[in-house]
């Protein structure tokens, strides 16, 4: 059953039992052993470090993100049956899929908003979450009070649309917790 989270200016729906367990797990399987992750710098502050997690682009164009630009890869059989999936639901047609790999519980993501130019005015971003159980934070960008948290099931989808990442900023952050990897795959419709 889909969740949907009152927030002001923004919509956002949560189903943690998109896909089975069974098919989530070979999905993850699939991907984590044939993918060439990749692990890309990144400026932070001035400072140029690793990227605190392994990334790979799918799809059909190539996507840019803080000075970082990726060439995609054709989409692989299964996770081309998941787009089409995922359309369905959002009425969308997506071209790219960044996929994030978090190795441990220390392999993060900063608070961002996925604003980019590209993505047009009010973006869809569908995000698929496999392996281990992450807690996402949001929070709105100048009432800093409010704020939300979610924890990422394995199969589960994340829907963000409407005016979410204009007003919104959301991170994965690093726990101490023990935690399996996780994969996130996040479906974008790049415009130009």
């Given at each position: 059953?889909?969740?949907?989270?009152?927030?002001?200016?923004?919509?956002?729906?949560?189903?943690?039992?998109?896909?089975?367990?069974?098919?989530?797990?070979?999905?993850?399987?699939?991907?984590?052993?044939?993918?060439?992750?990749?692990?890309?710098?990144?400026?932070?502050?001035?400072?140029?470090?690793?990227?605190?997690?392994?990334?790979?682009?799918?799809?059909?164009?190539?996507?840019?993100?803080?000075n970082i630009k990726m060439e995609p890869h054709p989409f692989p059989e299964k996770l081309s049956e998941l787009k089409t999936k995922i359309e369905a639901i959002t009425h969308t047609k997506f071209n790219i899929c960044?996929?994030?790999?978090?190795?441990?519980?220390?392999?993060?993501?900063?608070?961002?908003?996925?604003?980019?130019?590209?993505?047009?005015?009010?973006?869809?971003?569908?995000?698929?979450?496999?392996?281990?159980?992450?807690?996402?934070?949001?929070?709105?960008?100048?009432?800093?009070?409010?704020?939300?948290?979610?924890?990422?099931?394995?199969?589960?989808?994340?829907?963000?649309?409407?005016?979410?990442?204009?007003?919104?900023?959301?991170?994965?952050?690093?726990?101490?917790?023990?935690?399996?990897?996780?994969?996130?795959?996040?479906?974008?419709?790049?415009?130009?």
């Open positions: 059953m889909n969740e949907y989270f009152n927030l002001p200016q923004s919509q956002l729906i949560y189903d943690p039992h998109f896909l089975n367990s069974k098919c989530a797990d070979l999905l993850f399987q699939k991907l984590y052993s044939e993918t060439n992750w990749i692990q890309e710098p990144i400026k932070i502050f001035g400072k140029e470090m690793m990227q605190p997690r392994l990334t790979y682009l799918f799809g059909e164009k190539s996507y840019s993100y803080s960044l996929a994030n790999l978090y190795r441990t519980g220390q392999d993060s993501m900063g608070w961002h908003s996925d604003d980019e130019k590209e993505l047009g005015k009010n973006p869809i971003i569908a995000s698929i979450s496999l392996g281990g159980e992450r807690v996402f934070h949001l929070q709105h960008k100048t009432k800093k009070e409010l704020k939300q948290k979610i924890v990422l099931a394995h199969g589960s989808l994340l829907i963000m649309k409407g005016e979410t990442q204009h007003f919104w900023k959301h991170q994965l952050p690093k726990t101490k917790k023990k935690i399996s990897p996780r994969i996130n795959l996040t479906f974008r419709k790049i415009i130009n």
